[in-house]
């Protein structure tokens, strides 16, 4: 499994995380002892009263955090990257794929097949 770096771009007025003197370019480790993959974990993550986040700051120093919170309170930061994790492009090499049936010299970003099931999953637009 790849080990993701979560840094972190924004800390939102009067948020845990401003209360934890987090800080822009700090990273979140784990939670709860846990890896965080992508935005799913970290929110199944969170979702406690009670977590202990690893964070490493600026400086390369670590931080075990204890946070006592609302069973569904966020830490009111925003991270680089809003997935946690690199977009993920369909593997699957279909006869009638319509991007492999596109004509050459088009705008590149037309060219990536989409199969990340979490973008559509967090825009509300999830087919099984």
Not at 45 to 53: A, P
Not at 65 to 89: A, I, P, Q
């Amino acid at each position: 499994m790849k080990k993701n770096l979560h840094i972190i771009s924004r800390v939102l007025p009067d948020g845990i995380g401003e209360e934890l003197e987090l800080e822009p370019g700090d990273a979140l480790l784990s939670i709860n002892g846990q890896p965080v993959e992508d935005v799913f974990d970290y929110r199944y993550l969170m979702n406690d009263e009670f977590v202990t986040l690893l964070i490493r700051k600026k400086n390369g120093e670590e931080w075990e955090l204890e946070v006592e919170k609302e069973y569904e309170d966020d830490l009111g930061v925003e991270f680089e990257n809003s997935l946690m994790d690199e977009y993920r492009s369909c593997s699957n090499h279909c006869i009638f794929c319509f991007i492999d049936q596109m004509p050459p010299g088009m705008r590149e970003t037309l060219y990536f097949k989409d199969d990340d099931s979490r973008l559509s999953f967090l825009q509300g637009n999830y087919v099984t």
